[in-house]
């Protein structure tokens, strides 16, 4: 069974900087799409970045050029950089990965910005 933990969350002031990581277990990561997905309080889940087992990546609008994802496939982690934060990314956010037959998710960690 495939486990995803998340860490990273808090609480950041606005124009701050945080990274996230999503751990994994089992022995498929690296073969596998992974992602970010974000969900604030009464809207929908939303895709925020996607990496492929190869590396590419691709961004929803809102934080391109803010976020970075990244995988390190030798420590089975996913990451997220988040630059220049803004009230509006406050969310909870959500690692996902689809290989195979998988598609999991983990528990998510709260990023909260504010001043």
């Known amino acids: 069974q495939v486990q995803l933990v998340e860490s990273g969350g808090g609480l950041v002031q606005p124009g701050g900087s945080l990274r996230l990581s999503c751990a994994v277990s089992?022995?498929?990561?690296?073969?596998?799409?992974m992602g970010w997905y974000r969900q604030a309080p009464g809207e929908q889940r939303e895709l925020v970045a996607v990496?492929?087992?190869?590396?590419?990546?691709n961004y929803a609008d809102s934080v391109k050029g803010l976020f970075i994802i990244s995988r390190d496939n030798a420590k089975n982690t996913l990451y997220l950089q988040m630059n220049n934060l803004k009230p509006e990314d406050t969310a909870m956010y959500y690692c996902?990965?689809?290989?195979?037959?998988?598609?999991?998710w983990g528990q998510g960690t709260q990023l909260t910005v504010s001043s």
């Open positions: 996902n990965m689809k290989a195979f037959a998988f598609n999991s």
């Open positions: 089992g022995r498929i990561f690296s073969s596998a799409a």
């Open positions: 990496i492929t087992s190869g590396g590419s990546t």
